[in-house]
């Protein structure tokens, strides 16, 4: 069973074919979930590819909420 963070790995740092991998890994709910919480955990969620698994996996299973951490504002 890949883990956790492999699953982190390949979201956020894998090419497309590893995507298109880790989209069908994630039509198993369980899978999905596994995911959805190492974005929750993850320290580096500033980033637009987090964001993005975090809107696929909301989209492929009702009811499953990606909480990911807010960024605090940055003084301009």
């Known amino acids: ?22 989209q069908e890994l994630c039509a198993d709910r369980p899978t999905a979930e ?11 969620l500033q980033s637009e590819t987090a964001k993005s698994w975090a809107v696929v996996l909301e989209e492929m299973h009702d009811g499953l909420k990606v909480n990911l951490p807010v960024a605090p504002p940055t003084a301009g």
């Open 1 to 22: 069973m890949i883990t956790a963070d492999q699953l982190l790995q390949i979201a956020l740092r894998g090419d497309g074919d590893e995507w298109e991998r880790l």
């Open 34 to 44: 596994r995911l959805a919480r190492a974005l929750e955990q993850s320290a580096s």
